[in-house]
């Protein structure tokens, strides 16, 4: 994540006082053990909540922020879309991450 931070400017979406990158390449080797947990943990999601068996999905895109102290992202919203977030590193008390279902 850092490396890629020193390859390009990024861009400014959500992030305050961080960075954020550009999506990035899902298909590559470094990723593929994330990307099958992912799968996986979705799946039992679907299992534990009952949803329905033949519900296919496909990771769409995914990118990397990282935020400096005091940094924060706005709230937004991923409409149509189930969000994920993986933290590579983090202090303890650290994230308060909030995910609100507005898609009624």
């Given at each position: 994540?850092?490396?890629?931070?020193?390859?390009e400017a990024g861009r400014a979406v959500s992030n305050k006082?961080?960075?954020q990158s550009n999506d990035i390449d899902l298909s590559g080797p470094a990723l593929a053990p994330l990307i099958t947990q992912l799968r996986l943990r979705t799946r039992n999601m679907c299992d534990a909540y009952a949803v329905r068996k033949n519900i296919?999905?496909?990771i769409e895109n995914?990118?990397?922020n990282i935020n400096q102290q005091g940094g924060w992202?706005?709230?937004?919203c991923h409409?149509?879309?189930f969000s994920a977030?993986?933290?590579?590193w983090a202090q303890?008390?650290?994230?308060a991450l909030q995910l609100v279902d507005r898609d009624h």
């Amino acid at each position: 994540c850092l490396k890629i931070k020193t390859l390009e400017a990024g861009r400014a979406v959500s992030n305050k006082n961080g960075w954020q990158s550009n999506d990035i390449d899902l298909s590559g080797p470094a990723l593929a053990p994330l990307i099958t947990q992912l799968r996986l943990r979705t799946r039992n999601m679907c299992d534990a909540y009952a949803v329905r068996k033949n519900i296919n999905f496909t990771i769409e895109n995914g990118w990397i922020n990282i935020n400096q102290q005091g940094g924060w992202n706005t709230p937004h919203c991923h409409l149509g879309t189930f969000s994920a977030v993986y933290y590579v590193w983090a202090q303890p008390n650290q994230g308060a991450l909030q995910l609100v279902d507005r898609d009624h």
